[in-house]
């Protein structure tokens, strides 16, 4: 039987040049654990050049240009499905029957 190893009971020092290893996606996965997880992710400080948003079909496409000159894409359709691309992985989930894009009034007020 393996047992798990406690990466976030690292040290600081030791952890963020461990997490600064990781591929984007693994930093994702990563992320969706817990809120210190998410936290020492944040202070890596990841940057992007720019976003491209578009509005194609009853679907918002989302770019990520990052730094690296790799690109992010988030697909996020009208049944509430989200497709996430990156490199050769793609990651699709559902909202879980809470539809994400009618849940905006768009400007107007309930």
């Known amino acids: 039987m393996t047992t798990g190893f406690p990466l976030l ?25 817990s809120k210190r997880a998410r936290m020492f992710l944040k202070l890596l400080k990841m940057k992007c050049e720019y976003t491209n948003f578009q509005l194609k079909y009853g679907t918002i496409e989302a770019k990520v240009f990052l730094d690296n000159f790799e690109v992010i894409k988030l697909e996020m359709y ?3 499905h989200v497709e996430f691309k990156y490199r ?6 559902n909202t879980m029957g809470v539809n994400g894009l009618c849940r905006f009034n768009y400007g ?3």
């Open 9 to 33: 009971r690292l040290p600081y020092l030791v952890l963020m040049p461990v997490l600064e290893q990781m591929h984007f996606v693994e930093r994702i996965a990563l992320s969706v654990l």
């Open 78 to 80: 009208m049944s509430g």
């Open 88 to 93: 050769q992985d793609v990651l699709l989930w």
């Open 108 to 110: 107007r007020h309930a």
